[in-house]
């Protein structure tokens, strides 16, 4: 904090009713009440799928936690003085003391997040290149975050320092920590923004699904655009009036850290959707029987499809015949795991001799099959 001169002083007194706390208070609650939001929806979703909770899933109630802790910091750091000008500081060791519990959590709440983001990447992916990419990333990630954290920390030695003039401190350069730190932040962003997309347009299903699912994983790139934006403002911590000057500064921080727990979360939300479209809370809607095999008995294997790693196509004009075709498909195909029959008498049968068959037998076990006599 550089010292205010005469003529900064007078300004501040002449502005003395300047307020910026209603607006702090109410967009980090804000924010944080949104991420609560969106991991309640996570763990709703897993529920109706009746899905294996995941680290993934643990983790990402740390990193609210983490942001928990965070927001509760700057409410802290409001009731000694932030949202007003600096001369008007009640407490100058207690905001010191708070707003440096700030600075570390935003650190570990990023870190987790992303850490969230790669458990759920190594859970839908089961390719070995892209779980070893994922576990390289996540090492590095952890490599650079741990002496960001302790460069907040530790930024001027002694600590006590930031809130006693009469100490001699040593000070890093905090300016290019916070430029280096957050230029690896944005790389690390889109790196794992484009992580998925090769793997997602490599699926063999339906374009319109491959471009739902890009957009759940690329929503993130929100996030990669309030990271920049707050390393605008945060380089600039040399100034004369902190508790007025850092107020839009963490306001972003807090936005950067809930967003980012969003955009983890909101590619779990798949059976949620279905739920509300389908009324199924299975993670996919199971495609109708697209072709025959060439077999005695014509077979048509229809899977449940994971939302990721399993791979299909479907035919729009197949899809509408089958449908007629099999009429108990509609009843009971959809949403299971289900095997289609249709078996010639004489063995050689085609398939379209089983669609003029004058009679049909349809049994329903674990399979159901159609019959010719």
Not at 205 to 221: A, D, N, P, Q, Y
Not at 333 to 339: A, H, I, L, S, W
Request: glycine share 4%; aromatic share 10%.
């Amino acid at each position: 904090m550089s010292v205010p001169t005469e003529a900064d002083i007078a300004y501040m007194m002449a502005h003395a009713s300047d307020d910026r706390r209603p607006d702090y208070i109410a967009a980090n609650t804000i924010c944080l009440g949104a991420a609560a939001i969106a991991v309640v929806l996570r763990f709703l979703s897993r529920r109706m799928a009746k899905a294996k909770i995941g680290l993934d899933d643990y983790t990402i109630v740390v990193s609210l936690l983490f942001t928990a802790i965070y927001v509760m910091a700057l409410m802290f750091t409001v009731k000694y003085g932030m949202g007003r000008h600096v001369i008007f500081l009640k407490d100058v060791k207690s905001f010191a003391i708070w707003a440096l519990v700030a600075e570390t959590f935003y650190n570990v709440s990023i870190m987790t997040t992303k850490l969230s983001i790669l458990f759920l990447y190594h859970r839908l992916f089961p390719l070995q290149w892209f779980k070893r990419t994922v576990l390289a990333l996540g090492i590095f990630i952890v490599c650079y975050s741990i002496p960001q954290i302790f460069g907040d920390i530790f930024q001027c030695v002694p600590i006590r320092s930031k809130w006693d003039p009469t100490v001699t401190a040593t000070c890093i350069d905090y300016v290019r920590l916070i430029i280096a730190c957050g230029v690896i932040n944005i790389v690390t962003d889109f790196i794992m923004l484009a992580l998925p997309l090769p793997v997602l347009w490599s699926l063999h299903v339906s374009e319109h699904r491959k471009w739902v699912l890009t957009f759940m994983f690329v929503i993130g790139g929100f996030v990669c655009v309030i990271s920049i934006v707050r390393l605008f403002y945060a380089k600039h911590v040399a100034t004369v009036d902190p508790t007025w000057d850092f107020v839009w500064p963490s306001t972003i921080s807090g936005l950067e850290c809930c967003s980012a727990i969003l955009a983890a979360c909101i590619p779990t939300y798949r059976p949620l959707v279905n739920k509300i479209r389908h009324g199924e809370a299975a993670e996919n809607t199971v495609p109708r029987p697209s072709k025959p095999s060439t077999n005695n008995s014509r077979r048509f294997n229809i899977p449940l499809l994971n939302m990721l790693s399993s791979k299909r196509s479907t035919n729009a004009s197949q899809t509408s015949s089958r449908a007629d075709e099999y009429p108990l498909y509609n009843k009971l195909g959809k949403g299971n795991d289900v095997e289609i029959r249709v078996a010639s008498g004489h063995g050689h049968g085609d398939l379209e001799q089983g669609r003029t068959a004058s009679k049909q037998e349809i049994m329903v076990t674990q399979t159901f099959s159609a019959g010719r006599e």
